[in-house]
């Protein structure tokens, strides 16, 4: 099975695509579709649906895996991320891609078995989940592959 996990972002949208097999978790790709500030909103998004899509295209993901939105103080910074996450949604939705939404909590609660883990903790853990040398960076692209491994351990189970 092929993930796609994203952490939705209107300047900066995380990506990571891991592979799952026999109970293993291999990272194929990750990365981060960023979008100049001070660009008009429909831009923006148009930007990330084509990239996102182009991603899509060339790993053939099976599943989507995607953060939820958590509270955040500053109101037009979360309806920002809403419609970053809107337009992921529905890339994959268009791709015929399962998806999966997880609460930043659930997933810090899967990968290290705490959820209120700070960054770091999470990042290490999906360093040694990938068997990775280092941690992936920048953190929006260690968040997305967070996501896509929480789903790998749900699916698992299932």
């Known amino acids: 099975m092929r993930i ?50 182009n ?3 060339e790993t053939n ?3 989507m895996a995607i953060e939820q939105l958590f509270f955040a103080k500053n109101v037009t910074t979360a309806m920002s ?16 891609l399962r998806i999966e939404e997880y609460t930043p909590l659930q997933i810090k609660q899967s990968l290290t078995g705490y959820g209120k883990a700070d960054k770091k903790q999470v990042q290490e853990m999906v360093r040694i989940q990938l068997g990775l040398k ?5 953190d929006d692209c260690a968040d997305a592959l967070a996501a896509a491994i929480m789903c790998a351990f749900v699916t698992r189970t299932q």
């Not at 990506?15 to 923006?44: E, M, N, Q, W």
């Not at 419609?83 to 939705?93: E, I, N, P």
């Open 4 to 53: 796609i996990g994203i952490d939705p972002g209107t300047g900066i949208l995380g990506f990571g695509v891991i592979d799952v097999h026999a109970g293993k978790t291999k990272l194929v790709t990750a990365g981060v579709i960023t979008t100049p500030a001070h660009t008009p909103l429909a831009d923006r998004l148009e930007e990330i649906y084509l990239e996102l899509t």
């Open 55 to 57: 991603i899509i295209a």
């Open 61 to 63: 993901p099976n599943m």
């Open 81 to 96: 991320v809403a419609h970053a996450r809107g337009v992921a949604m529905l890339t994959g939705k268009q791709a015929k």
């Open 134 to 138: 280092d941690v992936p960076k920048p």
